[in-house]
């Protein structure tokens, strides 16, 4: 159980143009989501965390405008990279969590996003 | 704010072998959760070792243990009988207990075992 599927695995966009990836929680209601980036040979950094109704708490430097995530329901985060550039080429991660801190973290398996 | 080291970029052993991963951290909480999670090249998130910050006893899977030192802060993963599918990079990651329970991971490791 505790399955998060993420979509598209890859996705191929042209500058200016804005793309939308999706993260589900398949088998369990989420009661939050973790939006993470990874740059080659880095660690995830976390770009937000998405709870189901409310706004989305970004981390220090990630620009709100550019990303925008939305967490419509308790099984459904997405994020919209706006007016992609090259810049933001990289691998994006979502991971859902259901319940308490002490919950284990279920990670999607990724989306490689290049910008042309 | 938490943050996590990993100060060893890369590493390396030999198959069969014995191998521990660093990981130091920084928190003034004193209710937390700490893991190790092995990422292989398909780039999947595999959770390794999770460690509860309340629990003295420290945490074993199979070939995968850890030695969590809270006063330190320092939790360090042990992989026994290392196999050529240990190959990946590791990151240890922190948990807070609020905040969202956010999961804040360290630069990484990438360990290499040699045949």
């Known amino acids: 159980g505790a399955v998060v599927s993420q979509h598209p695995s890859r996705v191929i966009c042209k500058s200016g143009t804005s793309v939308k990836i999706e993260c589900r929680s398949l088998d369990f209601q989420a009661t939050t989501m973790f939006w993470y980036r990874q740059f080659p040979k880095q660690s995830l950094m976390l770009m937000a965390t998405s709870n189901e109704g409310s706004k989305a708490t970004y981390e220090q430097g990630v620009e709100k405008d550019k990303f925008l995530i939305n967490h419509a329901s308790l099984t459904l985060s997405t994020l919209t990279v706006t007016s992609a550039h090259p810049e933001d080429s990289s691998f994006y991660i979502c991971?859902?969590?259901?319940?308490?801190?002490?919950?284990?973290?279920?990670f999607g398996n990724g989306t490689r996003l290049t910008v042309t | 704010a938490q943050t996590v080291t990993q100060s060893q970029p890369e590493m390396s052993v030999q198959e069969a072998e014995t191998v521990t991963l660093s990981c130091t951290y920084d928190?003034?909480?004193?209710?937390?959760?700490l893991f190790w999670y092995k990422q292989p090249p398909s780039r999947q998130m595999i959770l390794v070792i999770r460690q509860e910050a309340y629990k003295q006893q420290n945490a074993t899977e199979n070939r995968f243990s850890v030695n969590f030192q809270k006063a330190a802060k320092s939790f360090s993963l042990k992989i026994s009988d290392s196999q050529l599918g240990d190959a990946a990079m590791y990151f240890c990651?922190?948990?807070?207990?609020?905040?969202?329970?956010?999961?804040?991971f360290g630069q990484g490791t990438e360990l290499s075992v040699k045949p």
């Open positions: 990651a922190y948990r807070s207990s609020n905040q969202g329970g956010k999961l804040i």
């Open positions: 991971s859902a969590v259901k319940g308490p801190s002490n919950s284990p973290l279920h």
């Open positions: 928190t003034s909480e004193s209710d937390y959760y």
